[in-house]
């Protein structure tokens, strides 16, 4: 059988077909998704998050529900993948998922590198990525100017979960924290710095990097008001109690926990002619390149 395939065969081929298992020609696409995730998981902690492992999880449910409904199939081999394949799995992504164009590029990245993975595992010799350009979305950066930072700063709410939330989202502007940092945030991770002001000490998972934030004196006050603790709120309900704040001070932005993110970059820190270089070391950026897309156009 081996003999009959154009491709050359080795030893460990010969085995593998003896064993009734596929050959590295034969993997497919699936395959190579559950070889991915497994070596990845066994690697969460070390070089990868629990986070970005399920990202791949779920890219494979996605290329999987794909082949089901255009291919008929439960599965393609790598080999017969081609610029056709992609072409038709973004057609997918936009028209069946209705993923918005951010969306769908990050997902073709995801597959991307996984094809980048069979190569390096030597089940793939062509690359059908090769002709295929992925058209990167170019965001439109949305953040609270200064006039309506402070509008919000003032405004006191008459229930007190959009006042909690108010003072968590402004909480976040003056230290540029993400959700899931503001969330885990305790008493442990503020510490006296060198310059003997008290700076948030933590480790930013997607990059498992370190991070230090000076708390500036807003942050600070909100630190105190609340006993040293910030209140619990699940992402959902968070975001929901702030597009009800929005209405209430007629801010015409869709505002959600990672505006206050970018509110930080631009309005607290660039506008104040923060050198770019100290605000991605801030934001914990794994390199200034990426401050620089998205926020170089900013200024």
């Known amino acids: ?3 009959i395939l154009e491709n050359d065969f080795d030893i460990a081929a010969i085995q593998m077909r003896y064993k009734g298992e596929d050959s590295k020609e034969e993997i497919s696409i699936l395959g190579t998704y559950d070889l991915h995730n497994d070596k990845a998981k066994k690697l969460i902690g070390i070089d990868f998050n629990e986070l970005s492992w ?8 996605t290329v999987a529900l794909f082949i089901t409904k255009f291919y008929k199939r439960k599965d393609v081999r790598l080999k017969d993948l081609d610029l056709k394949f992609i072409k038709d799995l ?14 769908v590029y990050r997902s073709i990245q995801r597959v991307k590198k996984i094809i980048q993975f069979a190569i390096a595992e030597n089940c793939l010799k062509k690359d059908p990525f090769h002709s295929y350009k992925n058209k990167k979305y170019k965001t439109v950066i949305v953040y609270l100017t200064d006039e309506e930072l402070k ?3 003032k405004h006191t709410f008459s229930q007190v979960r959009l006042q909690q939330v108010k003072y968590l989202f402004i909480f976040c502007c003056y230290t540029g924290l993400a959700y899931t940092e503001m969330r885990t945030l305790t008493t442990n991770n503020i510490e006296v710095g060198f310059d003997g002001n008290e700076w948030i000490q933590m480790i930013r998972e997607n990059i498992n990097r370190a991070i230090s934030v000076p708390v500036l004196p807003k942050a600070k006050e909100i630190i105190e008001k609340y006993g040293n603790e910030l209140p619990k709120i699940s992402n ?14 007629s801010i015409e932005k869709k505002l959600t926990h990672h505006i206050a993110r970018k509110t930080s970059a631009t309005t607290v820190l660039l ?9 991605s070391d801030l934001l914990g950026h794994s390199n200034m390149n990426i401050t620089q897309a998205h926020y170089g156009k900013v200024v």
Do not use: G
């Not at 973004?90 to 969306?103: G, I």
């Not at 506008?271 to 605000?279: A, R």
């Open 90 to 103: 973004e057609h997918f992504f936009k028209t069946e998922l209705k993923l918005r164009q951010a969306t």
């Open 271 to 279: 506008y104040k002619n923060v050198p770019m270089e100290i605000v």
């Open 54 to 61: 399920s990202r791949y999880v779920e890219s494979r449910r």
């Open 1 to 3: 059988m081996l003999q």
């Open 151 to 153: 509008r919000l700063e």
């Open 236 to 249: 959902q309900k968070f975001n929901s109690y702030l597009k009800e704040i929005s209405a209430l001070l």
